[in-house]
């Protein structure tokens, strides 16, 4: 069933990455995305991933389609 209070999407979490200076995103269905920032590991503030929406992400294309 798709988590109906995902609305993050693969831009939001590349601008996200990008404010906070990480150097990977991890997604993972069952948990909420997240942030390697200065070597650790940091939950970004979404509700976790479904199956569903780890799908969403892993197969969506940002703006300009990379």
């Known amino acids: 069933m798709e988590n109906p209070n ?3 999407s ?3 979490l590349l ?3 990008i404010e906070q200076g ?3 995103l991890h997604i993972t269905s069952g948990s909420p ?3 390697r920032i200065d070597g650790n590991l940091r939950p970004v ?3 976790p991933l479904s199956p569903v929406d ?3 992400l ?3 294309k940002t703006e300009k389609g990379f």
């Open 15 to 17: 601008s996200l990455m």
């Open 33 to 35: 995305p997240q942030l």
């Open 54 to 56: 780890t799908k969403r």
């Open 22 to 24: 990480a150097s990977d």
């Open 45 to 47: 503030n979404v509700p």
């Open 58 to 60: 892993a197969y969506s």
């Open 10 to 12: 693969l831009q939001d």
């Open 6 to 8: 995902a609305t993050v």
